[in-house]
């Protein structure tokens, strides 16, 4: 059974920072790319950042410079370190497996609220 569970969210004042985490069993995790994404009431979940096996990133415009995606292969998880947060990233904050054995995986989501 595949399970991701994030944790890490909460409150802070804009430009503070916080760490996402996200906790991965049931797969060989270091062979799959991981993912983060975001969602915000009424909207579409969006794509915040990626992460290969081997460490390849990918961001998304908005959080380019401040958002860092990396993964820790041992403990079978991702993170998102987010810097010089702004008002504008108070989302639900999501972590995804895009693709395993026909499908795709999501978390249960962390909220981030940015806010003074």
């Known amino acids: 059974q595949v399970q991701l569970v994030e944790s890490g969210g909460g409150l802070m004042q804009p430009g503070g920072s916080l760490r996402l985490s996200c906790l991965v069993s049931g797969i060989t995790f270091s062979t799959v790319p991981m993912c983060w994404y975001r969602q915000t009431p009424g909207n579409e979940r969006e794509f915040v950042a990626d992460i290969t096996g081997v460490g390849t990133t990918n961001y998304a415009d908005s959080v380019k410079g401040r958002f860092t995606i990396s993964r820790d292969n041992a403990k079978k998880t991702v993170y998102l370190q987010m810097n010089s947060l702004e008002p504008e990233d108070t989302a639900v904050y999501y972590c995804?497996?895009?693709?395993?054995?026909?499908?795709?995986?999501w978390g249960q989501g962390t909220q981030v609220t940015v806010s003074s």
């Open positions: 995804q497996v895009p693709y395993w054995r026909g499908q795709t995986y």
